[in-house]
């Protein structure tokens, strides 16, 4: 608050409803909603519920089915997060780096922010299709028969590949303007101090960019695990079979095709904590700071 | 000389890895548009080519038009209408919202004020992805299912825009409103003469963000449309590379030319207002 | 046209902190007293309370003849000058001048005439349609008077409004300032924490420390008669020379040296500006003089007496050198103060 607000009683208030009635009714309530539904068991037919205390988490993780998906998010999400964000780095410092063109090659390697992952899932569907995909041709000549949809470990090295592809340009974006933010004075003590360029990138770049990495990683956690989805979702057209699915997808696929509405609540449950966490953690660190202000 | 040898080397490898990463980021939809170019027969046959075709039109005029499905109601003009509204309706509520409720929270003495803060910024920690089935069955219960409202207002249910402005306001400097307060100008006044100008920056860089992240939404327009009058760009694709399994001659060209549509939109806002985006998106998400 | 006063205003924050101890003053029509003292003083809230910016929490504040503690700021017939001006950059030079008119609902052609009359005024006729984001800082700072001239207040508000300047503009807008409201007459309270500003400005100065007012008077008191060290060594740079001495026999000494007379036995701390000593072969002061620091038109020298340090200011014609002098004190020259709480005696 400012020192010297307003001290209207009903304006505010008048203020903050819109707000806070979208908030509740959309947010408490449907969160609220799903913490309770994950003790209970729907019947499909929709005739009324029973309590079932833990018996959805029990069942949940018990099913096999659900820790592979499980394994399969924490896999998915490290491989995904580390290359594009490595990735995004190279392009970053480069591009940091270069006088000609700067400005052409941060356009061409931010734009794609704004494709949409189902249509990024398209792009993937025709890059490795089955008769002429460009890159299942390529690494035919590898010898590696490619099958999309059908080899559980090719299914996923798609989903990688596209998902990557499109968070490149997110983590392109901060780390440019990371690096723009290093003030020159502190480029040029480096430069006089460390005449190696990698050495100056590890020992004085590196670090300074850490807040923009951690607050990165985090974003990249996240769109790992929820905006996915609609590269998955096209990847495997709609119908999962043995393929591989995040987490969040599985809370879709049972609660919305398999109607196990308490099973899905409880899978809900869980991610909801396991974000929590993360944005704990999150907070904990920036506290320690990693800034250097 | 060696010095400066060895530096053009350097500059030659800078350069050879940012156009890799150009070409890699700019070839696929390349690719979608020479597909969109060709007849779907010449493309079944042989996939993407380097040669551009001159059925562009023709393909256009499909894209635009023509619909499946058992309605006809998904023709081009209508998800492109359906995804203009949800852009627009999302980005705009979201940024009117929590603009307001971002100036309640900094510019009043609220004896509830931190109260109010942590009940809104709570909802930054849970993503819609997360509460996606209950939501699904409040917007049921609430009769908004195949609505414009159904679509647009739960998505606005986070703080992400009334966390920026606040953040902004928090930086204009005190003497500002208190230089005001002594012109004689009252909240409101204060409001629109002096805050929502200062931040017409601020508005159009959120804006940005906003419609993208609007225009791009698929899980939930997903679900809570199934009217095919009600699809938007990006919720309707899938519904068409669908038709495309088991049909005798995929429409590539109709389904390649919806797809670079759909992606037109938001990618020329992003490259024209560049600086708008970068400023929004570097700033909104600390 | 008014006066302004005080009566045992004070302000506790809701946490307990008491940034502004109980304070009664009065401020005649058309003075201009400076609010002085080091940061966090509370000389800056003083003046947010006067302006009605910060609640006042006991006491009663007078302007004119109103009680306006619970008038809001705008009808309490003021007007302020803030440190980073607080212009409003969205709009042109000639509507941050006119914003306060147009809230009062004054008709569209008197307020033109009102900035037109305080733009040539202040020069700033030919930048009306600038922002004031193309202007330089004495330019703003012009404008920002123009805007609490043009409201024709009873009393003028200005808090630390040179301190964004660069130091040649600061002397000269600390001319064009006083010199305004001399023409004007209008009752102005001034802070700063530059003491040069409430000496040259001032016609009398209020000088705080802690929340505490230390001293009122005009600047020749408050320099010459500093009320407690406080004062002594906050006001004038180099600030007075203060020595651990003590009165016996009616003699006040320092080491072994005499420097003045005292009626009762005590330990003393005794004061001397550093122009109030003089180099004489024949005084009875000896310094050993370490450093000179050469001002063009004067010189400080910089020593010890008697274990003590000392400034000494002679005038540039004066011919000196490190090493071991001899100095004398000018006449009622000296400052008595008590150490323990170091009011003056």
Request: glycine share 8%; with cysteine; proline share 5%.
């Amino acid at each position: 608050m400012k020192r010297a607000g307003f001290s209207n009683r009903w304006l505010p208030i008048l203020f903050l409803i819109p707000q806070l009635a979208i908030i509740f009714i959309f947010f408490y309530w449907p969160a609220a909603h799903a913490i309770r539904s994950s003790f209970y068991l729907q019947d499909p037919f929709g005739f009324g519920e029973t309590f079932v205390g833990l018996k959805n988490y029990t069942a949940m993780f018990n099913s096999a089915a659900y820790l592979r998906s499980a394994w399969f998010t924490v896999i998915f999400t490290v491989i995904v997060t580390f290359l594009s964000l490595s990735i995004a780095l190279l392009l970053a410092v480069k591009a940091d780096k270069v006088i000609r063109g700067a400005k052409t090659y941060r356009t061409l390697l931010m734009w794609v922010y704004a494709v949409a992952p189902p249509v990024a899932g398209v792009i993937g569907l025709i890059l490795f299709d089955q008769s002429w995909g460009p890159i299942k041709d390529f690494v035919a000549l590898f010898g590696w028969d490619f099958r999309l949809g059908v080899d559980y470990f090719d299914t996923a090295f798609a989903m990688v590949t596209i998902s990557v592809w499109k968070q490149l340009p997110v983590n392109f974006i901060f780390f440019l303007s990371g690096l723009q933010a290093i003030p020159k004075s502190v480029r040029e003590a480096a430069l006089i101090d460390n005449r190696s360029a990698s050495g100056r990138f590890w020992d004085v770049t590196f670090p300074l960019l850490a807040p923009t990495g951690f607050f990165l990683l985090i974003i990249n956690i996240t769109y790992s695990l929820f905006d996915t989805f609609g590269v998955i979702d096209t990847v495997v057209k709609g119908e999962p079979g043995n393929n591989p699915m995040t987490l969040v997808y599985k809370v879709y696929v049972d609660g919305f095709r398999g109607n196990d509405l308490g099973g899905s609540s409880a899978q809900s449950v869980i991610l909801m904590i396991l974000v929590l966490a993360l944005t704990i953690f999150q907070f904990r660190m920036v506290e320690r700071r990693i800034h250097y202000t | 000389m060696s010095v400066s040898k060895r530096f053009r080397w350097s500059a030659v490898l800078d350069h050879s890895i940012l156009i890799i990463g150009s070409l890699i980021m700019i070839l696929p939809v390349v690719m979608l548009l020479q597909m969109a170019s060709t007849t779907d027969i010449h493309t079944m046959k042989n996939g993407p080519g380097l040669i551009f075709g001159d059925q562009l039109p023709v393909n256009f005029e499909k894209a635009m038009f023509k619909a499946d499905g058992f309605t006809g109601a998904n023709t081009g003009v209508r998800m492109l209408y359906n995804s203009m509204i949800l852009g627009f309706g999302f980005a705009i509520g979201k940024i009117v919202i929590g603009m307001m409720a971002a100036y309640a929270i900094v510019y009043f003495r609220l004896r509830f004020a931190t109260l109010a803060f942590w009940v809104i910024f709570t909802t930054l920690l849970l993503p819609l992805e997360v509460r996606i089935l209950p939501s699904y069955e409040i917007v049921q219960r609430l009769g908004m299912l195949n609505t414009y409202q159904g679509l647009i207002i739960p998505l606005i249910a986070s703080a992400t825009a009334t966390f920026f402005f606040r953040q902004f306001f928090r930086s204009i400097p005190e003497e500002l409103v208190e230089a005001a307060r002594i012109d004689g100008a009252g909240p409101i006044k204060f409001f629109v003469d002096i805050l929502v100008p200062l931040s017409r920056t601020m508005i159009a860089a959120m804006f940005i963000i906003m419609f993208v992240y609007g225009w791009n939404q698929y899980l939930w327009p997903t679900m809570i449309t199934t009217e095919e009058g009600m699809f938007t760009l990006v919720r309707g694709i899938k519904q068409i590379t669908q038709t495309l399994e088991g049909t005798n001659l995929p429409e590539y060209g109709r389904s390649n030319l919806l797809a670079i549509i759909a992606i037109l939109p938001p990618v020329l806002i992003v490259i024209f207002f560049q600086s708008w985006f970068v400023k929004g998106l570097t700033e909104s998400d600390k | 046209m008014a006066q302004v006063s005080l009566n045992n205003v004070r302000k506790v924050y809701p946490n307990g902190f008491e940034a502004v101890k109980p304070a009664s003053f009065r401020i005649e029509d058309g003075e201009f007293v400076v609010l002085v003292g080091p940061s966090g003083c509370g000389k800056s809230t003083m003046l947010r309370m006067i302006a009605g910016l910060e609640d006042i929490s006991d006491g009663a504040l007078t302007i004119g003849d109103r009680v306006v503690n619970d008038v809001d700021p705008a009808d309490r017939d003021i007007a302020m000058v803030f440190q980073n001006y607080a212009l409003y950059p969205h709009m042109t030079v000639a509507k941050n001048i006119g914003y306060g008119l147009k809230n009062r609902k004054i008709p569209a052609a008197d307020i033109a005439a009102k900035v037109q009359e305080a733009a040539t005024m202040l020069n700033l006729t030919d930048y009306l349609d600038r922002k004031p984001s193309q202007l330089s800082g004495g330019q703003r700072q012009r404008v920002a008077m123009g805007r609490a001239i043009v409201r024709d207040p009873s009393l003028f508000l200005f808090d630390e409004p040179l301190s964004n300047l660069d130091a040649k503009l600061r002397n000269q807008m600390r001319i064009e300032i006083k010199a305004l409201q001399r023409r004007l007459g209008v009752t102005s309270v001034y802070v700063t924490h530059d003491q040069v500003e409430a000496m040259t400005m001032a016609d009398r100065i209020i000088v705080m420390n802690a929340g505490r007012i230390e001293q009122i008077g005009t600047p020749a008191e408050v320099y010459h008669s500093p009320a407690s060290t406080f004062v002594a060594s906050f006001m004038g740079a180099p600030p007075m020379n203060l020595l651990t001495g003590r009165a016996e026999a009616g003699r006040v000494r320092v080491g072994n040296v005499m420097l003045h007379q005292h009626h009762e036995d005590r330990d003393l701390t005794v004061g001397i500006r550093p122009e109030d000593i003089i180099p004489d072969s024949h005084g009875h002061l000896e310094v050993e003089v370490t450093l000179i620091e050469e001002l063009g038109a004067h010189r400080l020298l910089h020593g010890q007496m008697q274990g003590h340090p000392l400034t000494i200011h002679v005038g540039k014609d004066h011919p000196v050198e490190t090493g071991h002098i001899r100095a004398a004190i000018k006449p009622n020259a000296v400052s008595l103060f008590d150490p323990a709480s170091g009011v003056r005696l």
